[in-house]
């Protein structure tokens, strides 16, 4: 499966934009996507999974009722619409497929392909 995130871009605090992640191949119903992000000097940070079906999800709490993730397996893309967005929401952000449902995630360990990552930088 090769992901291919798009969508980044600046813009200033209290302002939207949405993420794309196209993925190749006939499989992509059949995983879990995540979205992770990392910031300048820190970690990767979990932000938001979406199940199979996308009758599942979960967000962190730092982007709960902001963010937004979901799906079109017609169109093997997940989505991450984002709201209100705050300077500290500044990070690499990257879309992650989880091939084998192991349960975890919210970790990065979970992911079996990643995609690029794609720049969000939020000006106050």
């Known amino acids: 499966v090769q992901l291919q995130t798009s969508g980044g871009g600046l813009l200033q605090a209290g302002g939207s934009l949405r993420l794309s992640c196209a993925a190749s191949g006939r499989t992509f119903s059949s995983y879990g996507m995540g979205w992770f992000r990392q910031a300048p000097g820190k970690d990767y940070e979990f932000v938001a999974f979406?199940?199979?079906?996308?009758?599942?999800?979960y967000y962190a709490d730092s982007v709960m009722g902001r963010f937004t993730i979901s799906r079109d397996n017609a169109k093997n893309t997940v989505y991450l619409q984002m709201n209100s967005l705050k300077p500290e929401d500044t990070a690499i952000y990257s879309c992650?497929?989880?091939?084998?449902?192991?349960?975890?995630?919210?970790?990065?360990?979970?992911?079996?392909?990643w995609g690029q990552g794609t720049q969000v930088t939020v000006s106050s």
């Open positions: 979406i199940g199979p079906i996308g009758g599942r999800t």
């Open positions: 992650a497929a989880d091939r084998f449902n192991r349960g975890s995630v919210y970790a990065r360990s979970e992911y079996d392909y």
